[in-house]
């Protein structure tokens, strides 16, 4: 008896909290489902696992798609939604282009649905799989808070400036990712996302021919080699180790064979290097560093109230009530 009294005391704490917390911050929490969908964090974590389990490169594509997602329009999950008729959507934009793991996602939500139709958002669901991807092989674990909404919106173009070119400069990085309010380390940490996965000929050659003196030369002729033979669609690792997430990245951005000039301005530059030789020398610190960045990318402007939604199909928007 008394621990039901306990309990209730405890859940009107909790809503004096959430009402205190009002419209506008961001009321995020743990265990957000465990009324509506007690089993969401679950669920999740086995259909990615299966997935993962069955092509590991694919936790690579869902690492992306939460990070793609949240630095445009917020984690709303716009990366998701199909291009309505006669317009273009963030995944048709050029930067988007070799974004995978969309088929995951919506198995994740129809599972979901038939469970407990209407009630996790796609933005939630794509915060989690990320993080159970990393987790998956071999990165660290971190907690995902939960309550994101759903967006409505979804344009190609907004993609140009919200997302890093990889021929950005780490001022550039530094500049681009503190406007989302991340420091520096942050920013180098989250780059080692790129532990995991591979890019496509177009994304690294122009640097092949302009960035010698910091490529290592069998390295570089290795990649010439490659988009030569395979054109526009073939693709290079990251690093050796590329579906394992490890500090592997950090050492080879060391050797001069960091793949972006993103990432090897990241060793270059004077204002990043002594994190790369961290990270490289103590992959724990990296992986500390990594879970506080995805922490805080998890909450990039996240719409509340009327601003969002809970989709129904994570390729459409809900058709309006009115
Ligand atoms: C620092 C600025 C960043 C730039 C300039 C950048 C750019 C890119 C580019 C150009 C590709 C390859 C696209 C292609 O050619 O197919 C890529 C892939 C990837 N990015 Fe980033 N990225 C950045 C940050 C991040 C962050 C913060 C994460 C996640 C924490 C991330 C995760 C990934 C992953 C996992 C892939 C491989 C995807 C796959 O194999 O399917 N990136 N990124
Ligand atoms: C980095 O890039 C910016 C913008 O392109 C440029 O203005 C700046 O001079 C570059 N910094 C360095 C150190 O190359
Ligand atoms: C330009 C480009 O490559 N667009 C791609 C964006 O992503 C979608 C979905 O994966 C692809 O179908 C497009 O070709």
Not at 1 to 17: D, F, Q, R, S
Not at 80 to 96: H, Q, R, V
Not at 271 to 285: H, K
Request: proline share 4%; with cysteine; hydrophobic share 40%.
């Amino acid at each position: 008896m008394g621990a039901v009294k306990n309990l209730v005391k405890l859940l009107i704490l909790v809503e004096v909290a959430v009402a205190l917390a009002g419209p506008g911050v961001a009321a995020l929490s743990m265990n957000y489902y465990g009324m509506n969908c007690p089993f969401a964090e679950y669920i999740v974590r086995s259909v990615v696992s299966d997935a993962v389990m069955g092509d590991p490169t694919l936790a690579a594509g869902l690492l992306r798609l939460h990070f793609h997602d949240c630095f445009v329009q917020g984690c709303d999950a716009s990366v998701l939604l199909d291009a309505a008729p006669g317009s273009k959507a963030e995944k048709d934009a050029l930067a988007n282009k070799s974004l995978r793991g969309f088929e995951v996602i919506d198995k994740i939500k129809d599972t979901l649905e038939a469970q407990c139709p209407g009630v996790v958002t796609c933005a939630d669901i794509l915060a989690l799989a990320a993080r159970d991807a990393v987790l998956m092989v071999g990165g660290p674990y971190y907690d995902v808070p939960q309550g994101r909404r759903d967006g409505r919106r979804s344009v190609d173009t907004d993609t140009l400036t919200a997302l890093p070119s990889p021929f950005l400069n780490a001022s550039a990085l530094i500049t681009l990712f503190g406007t989302h309010g991340f420091n520096v380390q942050d920013m180098v940490a989250l780059s080692g996302g790129h532990t995991l996965g591979v890019a496509h000929c177009p994304s690294f050659t122009p640097r092949l021919k302009f960035e010698a003196s910091t490529l290592d030369a069998g390295f570089a002729s290795s990649l010439a080699a490659t988009c030569n033979k395979g054109g526009d669609s073939a693709s290079a690792t990251f690093d050796r180790t590329s579906t394992a997430f490890d500090g592997v990245y950090f050492k080879e951005l060391q050797q001069r064979r960091g793949l972006l000039s993103s990432d090897q301005t990241l060793y270059e530059s004077p204002e990043t290097q002594r994190l790369v030789n961290m990270f490289a020398m103590n992959q724990g610190y990296f992986f500390y560093a990594f879970t506080q960045g995805m922490g805080k990318m998890g909450q990039i402007d996240l719409k509340e109230g009327d601003r969002g939604e809970v989709r129904k199909s994570c390729r459409v928007v809900n058709k309006p009530s009115w």
